[in-house]
Structure formats: C-alpha cells, structure tokens
C-alpha cells in the first residue's frame, strides 16, 4: 500500500523559509518521479514541482521557479521541497504524490504552510 507522509509546515513571516518533507513507503521510490502539489483554502489543487526518479531533472511551476527547489534521497526514500522567499499566496495545504500514480494511490493529510505577518 502506497503512503506518503507530508511534514515540515507551519507558520512563517514573509520572505522566510520552510523545508517540507515526503516520506514514502509501500512501492519502489527510487523508480519513480515525484511531485509536490498545493491546494489553498477555497481553490483548486495545484502541482508546484516534479523530479525525476534519480533526481537529476526538476520542473516547477512559473509561481514557485526561482524561489523554491525540489529534490530527493532515494536512500532514505524521502523528497524534499526547499521553499525560500516566501510569499502570502503560498499558504496552502502541500502534498506530495509518485508519477504516474495509480487510480489507488490517495492523497496523503498533508502539510500546512501558512505565509503571514
């Protein structure tokens, strides 16, 4: 059984910074690319960010490039989301999910970001 556990949220001033982290268990991290996800209080899910299997390509969404970096330790079957300048219209409930995922695969409870002064 797929299970990804998100971590790391929490409350942060303007311009800080946050590390979220994914935990995954029950399939073959390290054959698989992953992605982080969003979804802000009111709106739909977002994807933010995707890296490939052996962590050598990363992929964001134009809201979040520059300002956040996606990576992973297939070691300790962990992904990451480093998360810097950040900005109000960040805060959301984070997720992580493998790609492709299964019509099974659910969502995991995620992890809060809260952006505010």
């Known amino acids: 059984q797929v299970q990804l556990v998100e971590s790391g949220g929490g409350l942060v001033q303007p311009g800080g910074s946050l590390r979220l982290s994914c935990v995954a268990s029950?399939?073959?991290?390290?054959?698989?690319?992953m992605c982080w996800y969003r979804q802000a209080s009111g709106k739909e899910r977002e994807w933010v960010a995707l890296i490939d299997s052996p962590g050598m390509y990363q992929n964001y969404a134009d809201s979040v490039r520059g300002r956040f970096t996606i990576s992973r330790d297939n070691q300790k079957s962990t992904m990451y989301l480093q998360m810097n300048s950040l900005k109000p219209e960040d805060t959301a409930v984070y997720y992580c999910?493998?790609?492709?995922?299964?019509?099974?695969?659910?969502w995991g409870q995620g992890t809060q970001v809260t952006v505010s002064s």
């Open positions: 029950g399939f073959a991290f390290e054959n698989y690319s």
């Open positions: 999910k493998r790609f492709p995922s299964s019509a099974s695969d659910s």
